[in-house]
């Protein structure tokens, strides 16, 4: 995994009738996870652990959680947390 590869990552929007993950979190997860691949931050359980918190809003439907799960446990496993 490189940092290059966390910024290409794109996750799809939640299934109509199903909340997601809020994007401005996962975006910001993902800026960690790409400054930790740099050496520019810790990345640690905790920050794995905090999780995401749904959209606000009527319709808002945020990123799809399965996706980002799975992304979350891939770095778990990169980063051997």
Known sequence: MTPE???EIA????PFGQRGYREQDVDEF??????????R???TGAALGNGFRAP????GRG???D????????VRREFGL
């Open 56 to 59: 606000s809003g009527l319709f």
């Open 30 to 39: 993902l800026d960690l996870v790409a400054a930790a691949l740099r050496g």
């Open 5 to 7: 590869e966390v910024h």
């Open 63 to 65: 990123y799809h959680p």
């Open 67 to 74: 996706q980002v799960d799975a992304f979350v446990e891939r």
């Open 11 to 14: 996750f799809a929007r939640a």
């Open 41 to 43: 931050a810790t990345l």
